[in-house]
């Protein structure tokens, strides 16, 4: 198994705000994904990257993918209280594309 | 999308019981599943692949005598927790491999008593 650790483990912050995740492992991941999770629900999918120094957007979320396919980050411009979640990196490593998750960071985000 | 169901949503039973989880993809077939197990607070950590047509593969510390997984066809692995325990208690979830991504269902809670 290939670690993936997340950080911070917590945030809150108010709304308007930015925040950043970080995601980093020793190990090369062919692809790495960034998962939102509600309570009691399944994690969403909000963006796989697979090419070292990608960098993709999604309205205020952006995503961005080490060099070496080692650590991504997700960013969060002007959160907003609908962003509020757990948000997870998950990694794939092998052939089956088994995911490897990260602990998570509950994203909290008061009005 | 493409979507992943899981029957029930939750389930209560009482130690020494067995339930059965079943995970479907509703619109794809899906030759891979995945389950993974989550505790409170914590991250998904995946239990065991499952492959249509032949045995599952468990993960390091997940005992397969315990958590049956049979995966019938292509649009349907169950997950069968043999006699439960309280320690058992957690929030179940399945993915389905699909053409471009894992779907995830949107899992099932076990509570044992």
């Known amino acids: 198994t290939q670690l993936l650790e997340q950080s911070p483990q917590f945030l809150s912050i108010q709304e308007g705000e930015n925040l950043t995740v970080y995601c980093n492992s020793s190990s090369v991941f062919s692809s790495l994904q960034w998962y939102r999770q509600e309570p009691g629900e399944g994690p969403v999918l909000l963006v796989t990257v697979v090419t070292g120094g990608e960098v993709k957007k999604l309205k205020r979320l952006t995503f961005q993918f080490g060099d070496a396919r080692k650590d991504s980050s997700l960013h969060i411009t002007a959160a907003q209280p609908g962003d509020t979640g757990l948000y997870l990196c998950a990694g794939t490593y092998d052939s089956w594309g088994k995911l490897q998750f990260g602990a998570g960071t509950q994203v909290v985000v008061t009005p | 999308g493409a979507v992943v169901s899981q029957h029930p949503s939750w389930v209560i039973c009482k130690s020494g019981t067995s339930v059965k989880i079943e995970c479907r993809s509703l619109?794809?077939?899906?030759?891979?599943m995945f389950w993974y197990r989550q505790f409170p607070k914590q991250s998904l950590m995946l239990m065991a692949t499952s492959n249509e047509g032949s045995k599952a593969t468990y993960e390091q510390g997940v005992e397969k005598d315990k958590f049956l997984i049979n995966h019938a066809s292509l649009t349907l692995s169950t997950l069968t927790v043999t006699s439960a325990h309280p320690e058992d208690s957690s929030f179940y979830i399945c993915?389905?491999?699909?053409?471009?991504?894992?779907?995830f269902g949107p899992g099932t809670r076990l509570t044992v008593t």
């Open positions: 993915s389905a491999k699909g053409p471009y991504e894992q779907y």
């Open positions: 619109d794809f077939q899906a030759t891979t």
